[in-house]
């Protein structure tokens, strides 16, 4: 077990509230590739062409490609011992998990309050009637997605230039204000307005604890950095923790 930092280790003997906001690099010891960066998804795909909902309006059979691709892979992963740790400490904590992916890794590892920010890739809805088409309950036609009324049936992710869902994204701000511990994992931190919420969480007095294998936007304010994989580190934490509690 690789060692923690001290000031952490002291939070988490004092701490109630733990609060995680994570990113794509929370599930890339799963196999599920990032969006920037090396391997990331948009350096074989351009965003604009893809994540945006012009895009999709112009060219609905490339869009729901790249998204049937991305089904496919994460429909063979699984939770890895970051997201098991996450949804273990729970037994010793208030724990609140605030994500930007769609991949329903958290929910399946077993974690019980969720805030997803840019939607679930499992969920469909029609753009003409918003009739729900939910994990994969709907024909494929040519390729082109469509529903009994007629119109283009869509994945229920957030594009760039919309909304985030409201409730998701305030209840998860708030939790967020409230907790004592911000973990901030696997996010290049830089898709706004999700990165606001380490922020205001600093702003309210949470200790900030960044777990990623580079410097980002966000290092600089957070109170511990640790430059690691979050599935090793957050192993380490659940480790700790169970010593702490004497187990
Ligand atoms: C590891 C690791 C390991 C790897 N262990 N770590 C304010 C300022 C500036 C811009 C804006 C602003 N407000 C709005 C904007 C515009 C825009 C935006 O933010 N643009 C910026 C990119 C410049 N935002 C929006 O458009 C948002 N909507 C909005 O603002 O609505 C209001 C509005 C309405 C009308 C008009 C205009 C505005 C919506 C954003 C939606 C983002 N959607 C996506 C796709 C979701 C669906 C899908 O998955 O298909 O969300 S884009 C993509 O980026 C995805 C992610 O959730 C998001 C964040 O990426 P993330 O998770 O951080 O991944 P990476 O790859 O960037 O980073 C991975 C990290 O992991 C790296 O740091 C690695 O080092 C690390 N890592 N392995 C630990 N093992």
Redo the contacts with the bound molecule.
């Keep these: 077990m690789a060692e923690l930092p001290i000031q952490l280790i002291e939070r988490l003997e004092s701490s109630k509230r733990l609060v995680f906001f994570?990113?794509?690099?929370?599930s890339?010891?799963s196999g599920i590739?990032?969006?920037?960066?090396e391997?990331?998804?948009?350096k074989k795909f351009k965003?604009e062409e893809?994540?945006?909902f012009n895009a999709f309006r112009k060219n609905p059979e490339l869009v729901w490609e790249?998204?049937k691709y991305?089904r496919e892979i994460i429909s063979n992963t699984r939770p890895n011992p970051?997201h098991l740790a996450i949804a273990e400490l729970e037994k010793y904590y208030s724990v609140e998990v605030i994500?930007?992916?769609?991949?329903n890794l958290h929910r399946r590892a077993g974690s019980k309050i969720i805030y997803e920010?840019?939607?679930n890739?499992e969920k469909n809805y029609c753009i003409k009637c918003n009739k729900r088409y939910d994990f994969f309950d709907f024909k494929l036609i040519d390729n082109k997605n469509i529903c009994e009324c007629g119109g283009f049936i869509r994945?229920d992710?957030?594009?760039?230039?919309?909304?985030?869902p409201l409730d998701q994204f305030n209840n998860g701000e708030e939790a967020a204000k409230w907790s004592d511990i911000l973990f901030v994992?696997?996010?290049?931190?830089?898709?706004?307005?999700?990165?606001?919420i380490p922020y205001e969480a600093k702003k309210a007095g949470s200790f900030l604890v960044e777990?990623?294998?580079?410097e980002?936007e966000i290092s600089s304010i957070c109170d511990i950095n640790i430059f690691?994989?979050?599935?090793?580190?957050l192993s380490d934490i659940l480790s700790k923790v169970k010593q702490i509690k004497g187990e």
């Design positions: 994570t990113g794509a690099g929370m890339a010891e590739p990032t969006f920037r960066g391997d990331g998804i948009w965003p893809l994540a945006n790249w998204y991305r970051g994500t930007q992916n769609v991949d920010l840019h939607g890739i994945p992710v957030v594009w760039f230039g919309e909304n985030l994992v696997g996010t290049s931190a830089v898709v706004y307005p999700a990165a606001y777990i990623n294998l580079d980002t690691g994989k979050a599935g090793e580190t």
